[in-house]
């Protein structure tokens, strides 16, 4: 894991600008920072920084930018299967001079070219450097767990890991995409990568799976080398499905404990990360370290069942309880380091979860992202599950009849209390961007989007599961991941992003995902015999939240005199909403978050606009 910039075009860069950026990289590679520049005959610049993590082969030959037959890269991410890479370049009789991964990557695509891509599985985003044909590539991993963003201007072509790098290597700022703002504002953060926008106008992203060729600053092509492959064997067994997501699962965690630095598990009372630890520990003998975060709040309360964890599997644990000390001045520090508006109050806790890691002497946290988009978990899904079985008089009667035993009475979101809601209107979809038309009515100017989804499966709950991975949820969390960790220059790996397991997944028939209505309930039986059984059977999904009024004492003068300081934001919103809104005993959820989306923009343009 490591930070990666980077220009080309027709002018080379000043020192002064590449020293800023290098400087700026420093959390995401604290190991080593280098900067390496070419200029072709006809006048091409081309400058790779990168800023080095160590994680694999620590030596300082595995440095970065890295060289291998006149093609150079800078890579952020890992290959997790490096070592059977490596092994075919040995059969093919390359001499390689590092044990590191990128130098089989680098080597790997010289040797064979861009289609080798396909065979490797890992986390990344890189530019290469080709000396010859002077084309510089920019590619970015399956399911974007690695940020890269690029900005075109008339001198050539800008990338980074992250947007503050973009801006140095610029030398100015970049204008804010006040659309970007609204989207947020009023639909919320599901609504963040339904298309290519973003909170800087011009910035975009590498397409996760995809390839951005550049020649003489210029794009030139933009080509996927892989896109998801939906292919589902409605002949497959209940008993087949849980084999193959197991053997899957236990081979990507295997590959994801790869390193030379030790590794630390984000651990909570659900069946997604305690089945990681629990295949970690059990099956792979790892000396796991566990850490959670505290909630004080009883709707999100989980620690007996993290206790029952640590004591039936005897792992280590360290519990990091929430503290409400220092939450304006640690949520500007966050929106300072986001180049954006934090997402979800959720991500304000697990940066504290990430110190705590970094503070113990670890370097990699292990996460449990994407086991709600691959085996089902949301409410929703339960609903969309009833419509996908109502041909099936027997199985809906069983399934609805679990359904308001266990579900209903745990569901807050007002629409979904309805189990013929999607029987009745497959395209419903008011309740994600829940009370968006009144959070308008808070706007000084007319703003609405309609939700909008991409069409992967003519399967409802398949597809929609699909655009949480690729659009909705996935993008959100993985953005906060990265940059949470990044911060305390940790690397967090997602052992469910797995391209292998992804593919077996999406083979699954939907009729095997809820049973009894229980939510992923081929995760379940594939880590059955290896999690706890108390984990396995615990209906109750509770996930990480917090009221905003538990960090936000909105009787404090203090507090209520920034939140009505006059600032950039009330060209967006609208005070006396905002008054109204504070002045409320209890919030509902929905406001709750809303309040959190305008104190983030607020600081967001704050440290951007002015």
Not at 104 to 120: E, I, M, Q, Y
Not at 175 to 192: E, P, Q, S, T, V
Not at 581 to 602: A, E, T, V
């Amino acid at each position: 894991m490591c930070g990666i910039a980077g220009y080309q075009g027709r002018k080379p860069l000043a020192q002064a600008r590449i020293d800023a950026c290098l400087a700026l990289m420093n959390r995401r590679g604290p190991d080593y920072r280098e900067a390496r520049s070419w200029q072709t005959p006809s006048g091409t610049h081309t400058t790779l920084l990168h800023s080095r993590l160590s994680i694999i082969d620590l030596d300082p030959r595995a440095n970065q930018p890295m060289g291998f037959e006149k093609a150079w890269i800078s890579l952020n991410g890992e290959i997790y299967n490096f070592v059977e890479r490596r092994k075919e370049l040995e059969a093919a009789g390359v001499a390689l001079k590092t044990r590191s991964d990128t130098e089989v990557l680098l080597a790997s695509l010289r040797r064979f070219g861009w289609d080798v891509l396909d065979k490797c599985e890992g986390m990344w985003a890189f530019g290469l450097y080709d000396e010859q044909s002077g084309q510089l590539t920019l590619s970015r991993d399956r399911f974007g767990e690695k940020p890269l963003y690029y900005y075109q201007t008339e001198d050539g072509i800008y990338f980074g890991s992250e947007i503050k790098f973009i801006a140095a290597l610029i030398g100015e700022k970049i204008a804010i995409n006040h659309d970007h703002l609204w989207r947020y504002l009023i639909n919320g953060y599901k609504a963040l990568y339904k298309k290519p926008h973003g909170f800087f106008h011009g910035i975009r992203e590498v397409a996760s799976g995809h390839n951005l060729e550049c020649r003489d600053g210029e794009i030139v092509g933009h080509k996927p080398y892989w896109s998801p492959r939906i292919a589902v064997n409605d002949d497959m067994s209940f008993q087949d499905a849980v084999a193959g997501a197991r053997e899957r699962l236990i081979r990507s965690v295997e590959l994801r404990l790869r390193a030379d630095v030790p590794l630390a598990f984000c651990m909570s009372g659900g069946v997604d990360s305690n089945a990681l630890i629990s295949i970690a520990k059990r099956v792979f003998g790892h000396d796991v370290h566990g850490f959670t975060i505290v909630n004080t709040d009883s709707r999100y309360q989980e620690s007996d069942m993290v206790d029952l964890a640590v004591r039936e599997l005897g792992v280590r644990h360290t519990s990091i309880p929430v503290s409400t000390d220092g939450f304006l001045p640690g949520l500007r520090a966050l929106v300072k380091q986001h180049d954006a508006p934090v997402y979800t109050i959720t991500y304000y806790a697990q940066w504290m979860l990430q110190k705590a890691i970094a503070d113990a002497g670890y370097r990699i946290s292990i996460s449990g992202t994407a086991a709600d988009e691959l085996f089902s978990g949301y409410y929703d899904h339960h609903l969309a599950y009833l419509q996908e079985v109502k041909g099936d008089k027997d199985h809906h009667a069983r399934s609805l009849a679990a359904w308001q035993s266990h579900i209903k009475p745990v569901v807050r979101n007002p629409h979904l209390s309805n189990p013929d809601l999607f029987v009745k209107d497959p395209t419903f979809r008011d309740h994600i961007y829940l009370d968006a038309d009144e959070f308008s009515t808070f706007m000084t100017s007319d703003w609405s989007e309609s939700f909008a989804e991409s069409a992967y499966s003519g399967n409802l709950l398949r597809n929609r599961m699909l655009n949480e991975l690729f659009h909705e949820s996935v993008p959100v969390i993985l953005h906060e991941d990265d940059l949470n960790a990044m911060y305390f220059s940790v690397e967090n790996r997602s052992p469910f992003l797995d391209r292998d397991l992804f593919e077996f997944c999406n083979s699954i028939p939907t009729r095997h995902l809820i049973d009894d209505g229980k939510a992923k309930a081929i995760l379940r039986e594939a880590v059955r015999g290896i999690a706890p059984d108390s984990i396995i059977d615990n209906r109750r999904k509770v996930g990480f939240n917090a009221p905003i009024m538990d960090y936000l004492d909105v009787k404090d003068p203090d507090v209520r005199s920034y939140l009505l300081d006059e600032g950039p934001v009330y060209e967006y919103v609208r005070k006396d909403r905002i008054e109204q809104l504070i002045g409320q005993r209890d919030l509902p959820n929905s406001q709750s978050k809303f309040l959190f989306y305008f104190l983030n923009c607020k600081m967001f343009l704050e440290e951007f606009a002015t």
